[in-house]
């Protein structure tokens, strides 16, 4: 049986084999109308591109957490429409598997690579996986984090700005003895959280002691061990959590403390991709954005693959705050 080749598909498609070769490579401008008739066309014929100028590479830091989860499975739904094909790597962040997937996929001949929140999140990260992608010219973008001193685009929610709402809302209920759990040290967002953090309580003349700030690892017994010492030794009435596992820990911490959350201690998470609306009390938290991040993140890479010019700079994106039954008015002693 005869192979099916680009002349076949442009033939069923009434285009150019050159259009078809634009399509099938993502190279050049090709109308939304053109590409999804030459698509339906290779699906007619039977055309099929194999594995090569169509991967991509997803690093994440891991796959438990449901942000990372969801996140990259929004990304790789969005990269499907292109026909694009996501290969999800997990890899601890600042470890050699990050760099051995990123070297194998370069061998397999992806055309591109996004990290959600891996190395590019990282202080002193190992230069050796975005200096490999510039050797071998294959465009790539961080998502919640640049790398330092590269020029590659970064797409991230507004850290700052996640704090601010947090602490306008705890404000706001009367609190005046706010606690911040946020994630390690050395993990750029958490410390655009703590600067924001800080910015806001300082910006309402608020108490800026360096221990209502504590810097944890991203989980529940992370949350639990901060959460204890700001209700214990600092006397905080409310806490702001850098992700909602953290909360969750910062909540069983207050209950283990004989506390009532929110009639003694608020508390908010961050990321909203828990079913938090079931909890009790069900999780106040501010929401990232991920639909319009995943959504976002495919047009500038695919501007990459075709060598056409994108901004390097870091494109924000406002997350919002869900209210929901774990915030209250900060309770009167007697």
Same mark, same amino acid.
């Given at each position: 049986?005869? =192979?099916?080749?680009?002349?076949?598909?442009?033939?069923?498609?009434?285009?150019?084999?050159?259009?078809?070769?634009?399509?099938?490579?993502?190279?050049?401008?090709?109308?939304?109308?053109? #590409?999804?008739?030459?698509?339906?066309?290779?699906?007619?014929?039977?055309?099929? #591109?194999?594995?090569?100028?169509?991967?991509?590479?997803?690093?994440?830091?891991?796959?438990?957490?449901?942000?990372?989860?969801?996140?990259?499975?929004?990304?790789?739904?969005?990269?499907?429409?292109?026909?694009?094909?996501?290969?999800?790597?997990?890899?601890?962040?600042?470890?050699? %598997?990050?760099?051995?997937?990123?070297?194998?996929? +370069?061998?397999?001949?992806?055309?591109?690579?996004?990290?959600?929140? $891996?190395?590019?999140?990282?202080?002193?990260?190992?230069?050796?996986?975005?200096?490999?992608?510039?050797?071998?010219?294959?465009?790539?973008?961080?998502?919640?984090? $640049?790398?330092?001193?590269?020029?590659?685009?970064?797409?991230?929610?507004?850290?700052?700005?996640?704090?601010?709402?947090?602490?306008?809302?705890?404000?706001?209920?009367?609190?005046?003895?706010?606690?911040? /759990?946020?994630?390690?040290?050395?993990?750029?967002?958490?410390?655009? =959280?703590? %600067?924001?953090?800080?910015? +806001?309580? =300082?910006?309402?003349?608020?108490?800026?002691?360096?221990?209502?700030?504590? =810097?944890?690892?991203?989980?529940?017994?992370?949350?639990?061990?901060?959460?204890?010492?700001?209700?214990?030794?600092?006397?905080?009435? +409310? /806490?702001? $959590?850098?992700?909602?596992?953290?909360?969750?820990?910062?909540?069983?911490?207050?209950? #283990?403390?004989?506390?009532?959350?929110?009639?003694?201690?608020?508390?908010?998470?961050?990321?909203?991709?828990?079913?938090?609306?079931?909890?009790?009390?069900?999780?106040?938290?501010?929401?990232?954005?991920?639909? #319009?991040?995943?959504? $976002?993140?495919?047009?500038?890479?695919?501007?990459?693959?075709?060598?056409?010019?994108?901004?390097?700079?870091?494109?924000?994106?406002?997350?919002?705050? /869900?209210?929901?039954?774990?915030?209250?008015?900060?309770?009167?002693?007697?």
């Amino acid at each position: 049986m005869a =192979r099916i080749g680009l002349s076949d598909v442009a033939d069923a498609a009434g285009v150019s084999e050159a259009t078809v070769s634009r399509v099938v490579n993502k190279r050049g401008v090709v109308a939304a109308e053109t #590409r999804k008739t030459v698509e339906d066309a290779m699906r007619r014929v039977g055309y099929s #591109r194999g594995t090569l100028g169509n991967l991509v590479l997803l690093v994440t830091p891991g796959l438990v957490d449901p942000f990372f989860a969801v996140l990259s499975d929004r990304i790789a739904a969005a990269l499907g429409l292109q026909g694009l094909r996501a290969v999800v790597c997990s890899a601890p962040v600042g470890g050699v %598997q990050e760099l051995e997937f990123v070297s194998a996929m +370069a061998d397999a001949g992806m055309v591109g690579a996004i990290f959600v929140s $891996a190395s590019n999140t990282l202080e002193d990260a190992d230069p050796a996986v975005h200096r490999l992608l510039q050797a071998r010219r294959i465009p790539f973008i961080g998502v919640n984090g $640049a790398f330092e001193g590269v020029d590659a685009p970064t797409l991230s929610t507004n850290d700052v700005l996640a704090a601010e709402l947090a602490v306008d809302h705890l404000w706001s209920l009367g609190h005046r003895r706010i606690g911040l /759990i946020a994630g390690p040290i050395g993990n750029r967002p958490s410390d655009r =959280r703590q %600067q924001g953090f800080l910015d +806001a309580i =300082r910006s309402r003349g608020g108490s800026l002691d360096d221990g209502l700030v504590v =810097r944890h690892e991203y989980s529940i017994e992370g949350g639990m061990t901060a959460a204890g010492r700001l209700l214990e030794q600092e006397g905080a009435t +409310a /806490i702001v $959590a850098a992700s909602d596992e953290i909360a969750l820990g910062a909540i069983r911490a207050a209950r #283990r403390l004989g506390l009532d959350v929110p009639r003694d201690v608020s508390v908010i998470g961050y990321d909203d991709t828990l079913p938090l609306e079931f909890l009790d009390p069900p999780l106040t938290t501010v929401r990232q954005p991920l639909s #319009r991040l995943a959504q $976002a993140i495919v047009p500038v890479l695919l501007r990459q693959i075709q060598g056409r010019p994108v901004d390097s700079g870091e494109l924000l994106f406002d997350p919002e705050l /869900i209210i929901r039954a774990s915030t209250a008015p900060v309770r009167v002693a007697g």
